[in-house]
């Protein structure tokens, strides 16, 4: 490998691009900068600021989902099992050796063994397991993926999430949040669950040695913890953890030109980009013809419809909540509120009574309660439900949902839903 030379390498992932520069100099390969940077689906943006900003460079690598949109001179598309397995030489503990990664697009696990013989294996079934996946469930439950992580690593408790399938395992989360269990058991049952797939995909192939937890998923404290307990062993998260790929890049640039002169990289990286043959049209927003729609504004509430008998409808679904007061007189909506679920419905139902009496007088009669977090809501009501006014008007204070009527709407007191 040639002497005092400045590489990069760069890894495009499916939500992030991590940018690494390295000098080679008399004792080996020095990191000079690393970057790491969401690029919200406009990686070659990303990549192009990254570029200017880096300053002349000798060769550049580059792996990564998005890597095949970048052309030579740039050595491009590299395998990640590659990269990984060449940065593992310059940057790895010597002798045997596991890596599990955890990133946005799914989960891997490598092996080396003492001789050398490296084994790479990617999760190939439908997978909780991404990254991706273990933040949009955090988003439903209106935390980040680091609040997530920071209620599991203080949990006492674990509810097991056991599905594979990132749907099923999105249902089963939702379907424990509208029974009232706790987030923070949740996701910690959630976390210990990816823990034991990527455990089970680690057997195949694991050999005795330490491991290294690489990824996206390795800022987690709570899965690196789980990781552990599945493997029953110490996981090591090292401080390039999230740029082996990246270094890997680099590396095999190198040594694609250790014998002769690199081809000069461009002062210009658009010239470096090709983009990639979509198969979807992109329309352009459609606020663009915003002026094109005519939106009919609803019909005003009658006068004092508002504080007049009314009935109010909450539908608490797995993602948003409703409310809805009609009047009991003519059917008619009065108004209408929304909010998210958040995982909780007996909360959501809260917020939205509470939204319902800042705007004045109520004189609600009866309650309908649907959506998949109905069930929460009517048995903590049932357990709580408090007069408020009147002998037909009766809201569960705990809950903010009421849950009896009674002659206002004729007919025997009857308990909802």
């Known amino acids: 490998m040639k002497k005092n030379l400045r590489v990069a390498g760069c890894d495009l992932g499916k939500s992030t691009a991590k940018f690494v520069v390295l000098r080679l100099d008399e004792t080996g390969p020095v990191v000079e900068s690393r ?20 300053g002349a460079l000798d060769v550049l690598g580059a792996t990564g989902v998005h890597a095949g949109e970048l052309v030579s001179p740039v050595l491009h598309g590299l395998p990640e099992e590659a990269c990984l397995a060449r940065a593992l030489d310059a940057f790895g503990p010597t002798g045997a050796v596991n890596l599990v990664s955890v990133g946005a697009r799914g989960y891997a696990v490598m092996s080396r063994d003492a001789d050398g013989r490296v084994q790479f294996v990617e999760n190939e079934k439908c997978s909780s397991g991404t990254g991706e996946t273990m933040v949009k469930n955090a988003r439903r439950f209106g935390l980040s993926i680091e609040e997530a992580d920071r209620l599991a690593r203080g949990a006492r408790e674990s509810i ?6 990132s749907v099923f395992a999105k249902s089963e989360l939702t379907h424990f949040g509208n029974q009232g ?6 996701f910690r049952g959630y976390f210990e669950s990816i823990a034991h797939f990527v455990g089970a995909l680690l057997a195949r192939v694991r050999v005795a040695g330490p491991v290294w937890f690489i990824g996206g998923g390795a800022r987690l404290g709570s899965l ?3 990781m552990g307990r599945a493997l029953g062993t110490a996981v090591d998260v090292p401080a390039e953890a999230l ?30 980009i090709v983009p990639k043959e979509r198969r979807f049209r992109v329309l352009e927003p459609a606020d663009r013809h915003a002026h094109r729609v005519r939106t009919l504004p609803p019909e005003p509430p009658v006068a004092g419809s508002a504080s007049a008998p009314g009935i109010l409808g909450l539908d608490l679904g797995s993602t948003g909540a409703k409310a809805v007061l009609t009047s009991l007189s003519d059917g008619c909506a009065v108004w209408d509120l929304y909010d998210t679920t958040r995982g909780n ?3 959501a139902a809260k917020r939205l009574v509470a939204a319902a009496l800042a705007r004045g007088p109520l004189d609600v009669r009866a309650v309908a309660v649907t959506g998949s977090g109905r069930e929460a809501v009517a048995t903590v009501g049932r357990h709580g439900a408090k007069k408020v006014s009147g002998d037909n008007r009766l809201f569960s204070l705990e809950t903010g949902g009421m849950i009896e009527s009674r002659s206002a709407i004729g007919g025997p007191r009857k308990e909802g839903r």
Request: hydrophobic letters at 45%; one cysteine or more.
């Open 160 to 165: 097991p999430i056991t599905a594979r399938c």
């Open 345 to 347: 419905p007996v909360e």
């Open 224 to 226: 690196s913890a789980a």
């Open 181 to 186: 269990k706790p987030a923070d058991a949740l």
């Open 243 to 272: 740029y082996l790929e990246a270094l890997g890049a680099a590396l095999l640039a190198a040594d694609q030109w250790a014998h002769e002169a690199p081809p000069t990289l461009p002062p210009d990286p658009a010239t470096l």
């Open 35 to 54: 970057e790491s940077r969401p690029h919200d689906g406009r990686p070659m943006a990303i990549f192009q600021e990254w570029y200017r900003a880096a």
